[in-house]
């Protein structure tokens, strides 16, 4: 069955049903919102093509397969969505579970869809086979259900499903668990962000995770990922990015592990490795072809950006230029236009192409918070390469400093951006070689480093 045989489906819904579903995917797939999207669009259009939705949903028009396939793959995930919801009408309406199953076939029958229930019945048999992996979402999916049964159970044929009481506790321990060390490896992450010692782990979660015994997958790789960044563990790295390898898939758990991966490498780069951008790179080409990073429909800036640098720094400026081309339009219409100019701007300052990248750069709306601070470090940075601009790079510091005690972001302190101000100036001033290498050398943590030392060995004042 075609996918755009859903659209035709959809719309012999009767009003109630279309109702129905929309308010069935809001509850169990809240985040799903450009599938509701796509679902309101097919029902409120006279006449629906595959590229109009693309142009209604992206806010670009394409022809380009690539990106027509984003469609398609929604309209599939709404596919099955609708034959959950078919299946939860008539379970809810029938008391016994065979007769309930009978009449979830018979009403996909009536729609045409049973070659596609079996098809999906399949598919989820044999990932059960291959991965008996599950997720945070489904342990407390299964928590639910358990606590259901438990407390509201009434009849034998559901009281038989009734957990045990030791059962559901031990469940809702795993729940809580494996919650637990994910909240640990997003706070140690932001520690590790800002140069601050990473506090200790709590002595409940401690407690909890040791009466466990053996933590299932979620809570298990969590506590992994936390090992890892706490003791920049070569060793665990090496587990956990065979781990990746072999179970990768578009979930947040493997979106943490991977974050987790690249930002492994990316603290060797700042130790010195420079080999270790190589490898940064194909994670995030790793992330792009499992689509690891789209998992809310939007694609999130702080990996868009950071494609871009890592691109630039291996020299692959063909592919990124072509990846600022593609993924562009599926970033949010809020920060997409910006995020493009300031994009394509850096890649010409890194071919050294600098009157075209300001010219670009002028495009970006500066007042936005999310470009504020890349947009003035690289003004700067032009300024300093283009010898016309020297009288006024001097305010544009100062600029910086003010903008820093008033806006510091999460990941960057006023701490940073000092040695970097003071270099520029230092190198417009004509101090040494010598003065100008100390205040790089002598700071824990600088801005564009790379960049301050390579203005500093090309250096010839002093």
Not at 45 to 61: C, F, I, N, R
Not at 168 to 177: I, V
Not at 294 to 301: D, I, V, W
Request: proline share 4%.
């Amino acid at each position: 069955m075609k996918k755009t045989n859903f659209i035709s489906v959809f719309r012999q819904f009767s009003p109630p049903e279309r109702q129905e579903l929309v308010l069935y995917i809001r509850t169990f797939y809240s985040s799903q919102r450009k599938a509701l999207h796509v679902l309101h669009l097919i029902g409120s259009l006279q006449t629906v093509t595959e590229e109009q939705l693309y142009k209604e949903v992206y806010g670009a028009t394409s022809n380009d397969l690539k990106k027509i396939r984003l469609i398609q793959d929604l309209l599939s995930d709404l596919k099955n969505m609708t034959l959950e919801y078919i299946g939860w009408k008539e379970m809810r309406a029938q008391q016994g579970n065979g007769a309930a199953k009978l009449l979830t076939i018979e009403g996909l029958q009536r729609r045409g869809w049973l070659d596609l229930y079996f098809e999906q019945t399949k598919e989820t048999l044999r990932e059960k086979k291959t991965s008996p992996i599950s997720s945070v979402a489904e342990l407390h999916e299964k928590l639910i259900v358990k606590d259901h049964y438990f407390y509201h159970a009434t009849d034998m044929t559901w009281g038989e499903r009734a957990p045990e009481s030791h059962e559901l506790m031990e469940h809702l321990n795993h729940y809580y668990t494996a919650l637990g060390w994910k909240y640990q490896c997003e706070r140690i992450s932001r520690q590790r962000l800002q140069r601050v010692p990473p506090d200790p782990v709590p002595l409940f979660l401690q407690t909890i995770t040791q009466s466990l015994g053996q933590m299932v997958f979620p809570a298990r790789l969590y506590a992994d990922i936390y090992k890892m960044v706490e003791g920049e563990d070569e060793a665990l790295y090496a587990q956990l990015k065979d781990f990746y390898d072999r179970h990768r898939k578009a979930s947040e758990e493997y979106q943490i592990l991977l974050v987790a991966l690249i930002n492994f490498q990316s603290r060797r780069v700042s130790r010195g490795e420079e080999t270790s951008y190589a490898k940064v790179f194909q994670l995030y080409q790793s992330g792009l072809q499992h689509r690891i990073f789209a998992l809310s429909g939007f694609f999130p800036n702080a990996p868009f950006n950071n494609i871009v640098t890592v691109a630039c720094k291996v020299g692959e400026y063909a592919w990124v230029q072509q990846f600022i081309e593609d993924y562009a339009a599926l970033l949010h219409p809020d920060e997409k236009e910006n995020t493009y100019a300031l994009s394509k701007a850096k890649v010409f300052f890194e071919q050294g192409q600098y009157e075209q990248a300001l010219d670009i750069l002028e495009m970006v709306d500066s007042k936005k918070m999310a470009v504020n601070l890349p947009y003035r470090l690289l003004r700067i940075r032009l300024y300093y390469e283009l010898p016309n601009y020297h009288l006024i790079l001097r305010s544009e510091c100062k600029n910086l400093l003010q903008y820093a005690r008033r806006n510091t972001p999460i990941s960057v302190t006023i701490q940073q951006m000092k040695p970097f101000v003071q270099v520029v100036k230092g190198l417009l001033d004509g101090l040494s070689r010598a003065e100008l290498l100390r205040m790089v050398q002598g700071s824990p943590a600088v801005l564009m480093k790379d960049w301050l030392e390579e203005k500093i060995d090309a250096y010839t004042g002093g």
